[in-house]
């Protein structure tokens, strides 16, 4: 049994959970509503306060997508209740920045700026132009924003210049250096 796919997903109060036909879930709660098709061989019941997910038998791939379909459901969740964030730090000279309506204007070095425009759920903060907040309900989608603006200008080696993860930890190298 597969030990994240027996736990299982405690509903919290204020968060409605529908269970639709071919494995269709949604969620809804006051941050937001997800909805996520999950794969046709997990069984998912809705027993008072809790989801649970169980798998027919014990194949390979079966056990795999146990684990998986429990922690995207308990994802969904947490989302809609507590919302997930991501930040970024800007390290450079003149690298900044600036809220421009709902997009996010980057000043990164280049000879252009770069307009970032986020999809629909996601919400961009900047408290200070060398600092950039990611917020939404869906954990893949905040990821996968905060990936993309780190991808315009990443951390290189030798300074330390560009885009990172708030704590994260850029190995450095030595420079060349004449005898």
Excluded: C, W
């Excluded at 997990?42 to 429990?70: C, Y």
């Excluded at 997930?84 to 997009?103: H, W």
């Excluded at 980057?106 to 600092?131: K, M, Q, R």
């Amino acid at each position: 049994m597969s030990r994240i796919g027996k736990e299982p997903v405690k509903i919290p109060i204020g968060v409605e959970v529908t269970l639709g036909a071919e494995n269709q879930v949604s969620v809804k709660g006051e941050k937001g509503s997800i909805t996520r098709k999950l794969h046709l061989n997990m069984k998912i019941e809705k027993a008072d306060s809790e989801i649970i997910v169980s798998r027919p038998d014990d194949t390979r791939q079966n056990k795999a997508l146990h684990g998986l379909t429990r922690s995207l459901i308990f994802n969904m969740v947490n989302g809609v209740s507590n919302g997930y964030r991501k930040d970024l730090e800007i390290i450079g000279v003149g690298y900044r920045a600036e809220k421009k309506g709902r997009g996010l204007l980057l000043n990164l070095g280049y000879s252009h700026h770069i307009f970032f425009i986020p999809p629909e759920g996601i919400d961009i903060e900047v408290p200070s132009n060398t600092a950039i907040g990611i917020m939404g309900v869906d954990k893949e989608l905040v990821g996968l924003i905060a990936a993309k603006i780190r991808s315009f200008r990443p951390p290189e080696p030798y300074k330390g210049k560009g885009i990172r993860y708030k704590n994260e930890f850029v190995a450095r190298k030595v420079g060349k250096y004449a005898k």
